[in-house]
């Protein structure tokens, strides 16, 4: 798990959650929580869009591993995903 915060919030990510998707095959997205100092809380699967998966054959977002690392500045959350383009990586604003 990653813990990040400042005065403006909270954000919490387990980057090894998974969800399973057509044919069976898991995919580590990684999910993180939003917690805001007016008390709502969103919910971020910024690597969870099916299309993106697999893109011919090559692991787009589906080793992504979101929230990785993570840091918040102004309320603004920045999320790492070291797994996204077949472990390039990416950093997700």
Same mark, same amino acid.
Not at 76 to 87: F, L
């Given at each position: 798990?990653?813990? #990040? @915060?400042? &005065?403006?919030?909270? *954000?919490?990510?387990?980057?090894? @959650?998974?969800?399973?998707?057509?044919?069976?095959?898991?995919?580590?997205?990684? $999910?993180?929580?939003? @917690?805001? &100092?007016? !008390?709502? *809380?969103?919910?971020? $699967? =910024?690597?969870? &869009?099916? #299309?993106? +998966? *697999?893109? %011919?054959?090559? =692991?787009?977002?589906? @080793?992504? +591993?979101?929230?990785?690392? #993570?840091?918040? %500045? +102004?309320? +603004?959350? *920045? $999320?790492?995903?070291?797994?996204?383009?077949?472990?390039?990586?990416? !950093? $997700?604003?």
């Amino acid at each position: 798990m990653t813990l #990040a @915060w400042d &005065e403006k919030g909270l *954000v919490a990510c387990a980057p090894k @959650w998974q969800r399973t998707l057509r044919g069976g095959n898991p995919r580590l997205n990684g $999910i993180c929580h939003l @917690w805001t &100092e007016k !008390k709502i *809380v969103r919910r971020l $699967i =910024p690597l969870g &869009e099916p #299309a993106n +998966q *697999v893109r %011919d054959k090559f =692991p787009m977002y589906s @080793w992504g +591993q979101a929230g990785f690392s #993570a840091t918040m %500045d +102004q309320g +603004q959350v *920045v $999320i790492g995903a070291p797994g996204v383009n077949a472990w390039n990586g990416k !950093k $997700i604003p």
